[in-house]
């Protein structure tokens, strides 16, 4: 609906204005449906075109998440009432213009500032990714779990885990393990770590700013105020994926999917974040780990508009296939953790299967016009 999200624009000295987006879902953890992703990417383009609009801001109307991701329960039932639909319209809908929404993020030219304090996951995370100011805050808590439901780390997700230091993206992808402040700021999903009880202050120190009528210089602007207001690093919570890079590097440097997710499956270890993660990948879906291996290969070289598109086949060809409405009932409906993966196995995953995700169900991409 509408109104889960809330829109503002406060005034500032000189005749400027701040706009603030608010996803104000509370009680799904803000989690994005259709309607509310339009209402965001309506308000950016209105204000893209507003030479009043000197900044905007995207936060969520809670402290305890940004955002929990995309309304997967939805997703499902749309899938089930249509079954062998290829693609969903629904699905197609709703992922096409989310990606939409993600890409006009990463290219925005207005400064844009999200607030990821909180949960924010999947879609949340798409949200987050690509805006070229995001504060991080000792609540924040990152994580790209679509292994658990059948599905694989996109909105934008092929782009940046491929420019994660190392091999973290991959191990991150596979496992769908969860990411602190310090961990965003490590990996480049984070910009300023602020405390999150300073974000009304932030808010407030923006209204005051004397803006331009130059991007550039406001971008410069914001940055600086944001480092003025930054919380000092010693309260920083400590980087799992700093502290165990080296682990993750070995545990991740076989050639082929088989041998790392065996690798991280044996993880004997004692540290309880890689415990967790190694745990995740093998309760996970065998489909979605293997198309988080191939989304890596494949779009390594690929523009951002390219990986987006290509995200776009495997999503609505992932909700055409059994894994994707069957991870959401055992983790969300029935909530019994136990699904029932087709395939089982890495195993039995056949190369002709994975092939299926890949087949582009129309004659003109829907995303073609991305540039």
Known sequence: MAELVQLEERACPGGMKLGIITLDAPK?????????????????????DDARIAC?????????????????????????????????????????????????IHTYAKPLLVWGGGIVMGGGLGLMAGARHRVVTETTRIAMPEI??????????SWFLNRM?????????????AMNAADALFVGLGD????????????????????????????????????SLSAPDATLPASEVRQHYDTIAALTQAPTLAEVAAAIAGYDGDAPWLQKAAHALGKGAPSSAALAWTMRQRTRHLSLAQVFQLELIVAVQCCAHPDFAEGVRALLIDKDGAPQWQPASLDTLRAAYLDEFFVAPWSTHPLADLA
């Open 28 to 48: 799904s953890l803000h989690a994005l449906n259709l309607d509310m992703i339009r209402a965001i990417d309506g308000a950016l383009v209105r204000w893209q």
């Open 56 to 104: 905007v801001v995207l936060q969520s109307s809670t402290d305890k998440a940004f955002c929990a991701g995309g309304d997967v329960r939805s997703l499902r039932t749309a899938v089930l009432e249509q079954p062998g639909v290829v693609p969903n319209p629904q699905a197609l809908a709703f992922f096409a213009e989310e990606y939409r929404l993600d890409y006009r």
């Open 148 to 157: 658990a439901i059948g599905l694989f780390p996109d909105v934008g997700g």
């Open 165 to 177: 230091p190392g091999r973290t993206g991959l191990f991150l992808g596979l496992t769908g393990a």
């Open 192 to 227: 300023y770590f602020l405390r999150q009880e300073e974000r009304a202050t932030v808010l407030d120190a923006l209204a005051l700013a004397q803006w331009h009528d130059n991007d550039e210089a406001n971008h410069q602007q914001l940055q600086r105020l944001l480092r």
